[in-house]
Nanobody, 120 residues
Framework: EVQLVESGGGLVQAGGSLRLSCAAS????????IGWFRQAPGKEREGVSC????????HYAYWLKGRFTMSSDNAKNTVYLQMNSLKPEDTAVYYC?????????????WGRGTQVTVSS
């Protein structure tokens, strides 16, 4: 069974930090790009970051301006999203997803998400 399980969300004050984790199972982790997405209430889902399976290149949404860092531990089939200098507008459900074809293409598997709430 394919699973992507996000964890690490919660309530944090503005300026604080959180580290999200995405644990994958049921597929060959090394063959898939893994991306982080988020969706705030009343807004469309947007891409946050992604790691390519081909060479480990990491992509970030331009508006992050260095606040978030994505990393991968292939031995644990887990990716992380370190989020610093959090702002109230970062409040959203954060999802991880896996794409066999690459970060810019269709995603094959999705997790259920973890809630991040940033208070002002």
């Amino acid at each position: 069974e394919v699973q992507l399980v996000e964890s690490g969300g919660g309530l944090v004050q503005a300026g604080g930090s959180l580290r999200l984790s995405c644990a994958a199972s049921g597929f060959t982790f090394d063959d898939y790009a893994i991306g982080w997405f988020r969706q705030a209430p009343g807004k469309e889902r947007e891409g946050v970051s992604c790691i390519e399976s081909s060479d480990g290149t990491t992509h970030y949404a331009y508006w992050l301006k260095g606040r978030f860092t994505m990393s991968s531990d292939n031995a644990k089939n887990t990716v992380y999203l370190q989020m610093n200098s959090l702002k109230p507008e970062d409040t959203a459900v954060y999802y991880c997803a896996a794409s066999f074809t690459g970060c810019q293409y269709e995603y094959d598997y999705w997790g259920r998400g973890t809630q991040v709430t940033v208070s002002s």
